[in-house]
């Protein structure tokens, strides 16, 4: 077990700052300061500078944070595969997960759901972010699972395919784009545009699919840049503006008539969804949670 002191440590280190630190482990910033230096003088070297308000971490302390990290990681492998030994239902750990708001939204909640109901002492974190962020996290080591849309260019991270997702062309029944059902691709460039916030997994959907018809992003007539699945659609719902999102958040709104679907020729927009993994670091917690996603969705 790591001893308090190096909790402390971890904590501030993740927080960089003493008073979000206290805030976090409910104790005093004069205890947390106490530790601090009890574990300087134990290694004999600063672990953190003070670069005005803020705080870094020493050579010493990256060090030491790192390997702490590494520790942390293995304590909470060594939990789940120790305690399910005997009873999968009595297996204890924490699942760190992050995810893009589409799956978070509208793929999570069964997985979660089930999986709640296989390891009821599991502790699930989830991190609801575009998937630029998710993947910062996992790097940062903020998470130990993703699930994103599309691939980076990172070689420390390892993408297992899970889902592949259909991106549609909506917009208000009220708007006058709902005149006409049927678009050229060249149109978008004269069509008010609302769009997801860079770092988005859509947008780069979309940004991808435009470029292959020779569309770019400035010649469009942007109007608005929303963070958020729901955010978006809702604002379109109330809107003139053409919108491009997730075929999985529209089905009640087109259903009900509140969003009408636009067909642009030759327009196909497809976005594939990873899980994502620190390279090398796997965790049965991990596999057993990816398993159960994947026969929840009969792949």
């Known amino acids: 077990m790591i001893s308090t002191r190096h909790e402390v440590f971890y904590e501030v280190a993740r927080q960089k700052s003493f008073s979000r630190a206290a805030q976090v482990l409910y104790i005093s910033q004069p205890a947390i300061s106490k530790h601090i230096r009890t574990l300087e003088e134990q290694y004999q070297t600063k672990l953190f500078e003070r670069k005005g308000i803020d705080i870094e971490l020493t050579p010493a302390g990256r060090l030491l944070y790192d390997k702490?990290?590494?520790?942390?990681?293995?304590?909470?492998e060594a939990e789940f595969e120790i305690s399910s030994v005997r009873d999968v239902l009595q297996a204890r750990g924490v699942l760190k997960l992050g995810a893009s708001t589409t799956v978070a939204l509208y793929i999570l909640p069964k997985v979660l759901s089930s999986f709640s109901q296989h390891y009821p002492q599991i502790n699930i974190n989830l991190l609801n972010r575009n998937s630029e962020i998710v993947l910062e996290a996992l790097v940062n080591k903020d998470i130990n699972l993703g699930i994103i849309e599309g691939r980076s260019k990172l070689t420390n991270v390892d993408y297992l395919p899970f889902l592949t997702d259909q991106v549609v062309a909506v917009c208000s029944k009220k708007s006058p784009l709902a005149r006409k059902k049927n678009y050229s691709v060249k149109d978008i460039r004269q069509m008010p545009l609302a769009i997801r916030e860079r770092g988005s997994g859509t947008l780069a959907a979309l940004k991808y699919a435009l470029e292959k018809h020779k569309v770019k992003m400035s010649e469009l007539d942007i109007k608005i840049r929303l963070g958020g699945t729901e955010a978006l659609k809702n604002f379109i719902i109330e809107s003139d503006s053409l919108g491009f999102l997730p075929h999985r958040s529209v089905i009640k709104e087109l259903k009900y008539g509140e969003l009408t679907e636009l067909r642009f020729e030759d327009l196909h927009i497809e976005r594939d969804f990873f899980f994502i993994q620190r390279k090398g670091e796997s965790s049965?917690?991990?596999?057993?949670?990816?398993?159960?996603?994947?026969?929840?969705?009969?792949?």
Do not use: D, G, M
Request: proline fraction near 0%; aromatic fraction near 8%; avoid cysteine.
């Open 68 to 76: 702490l990290t590494e520790v942390k990681r293995i304590q909470e």
């Open 284 to 299: 049965n917690l991990n596999k057993s949670f990816i398993r159960l996603a994947k026969r929840l969705y009969n792949l």
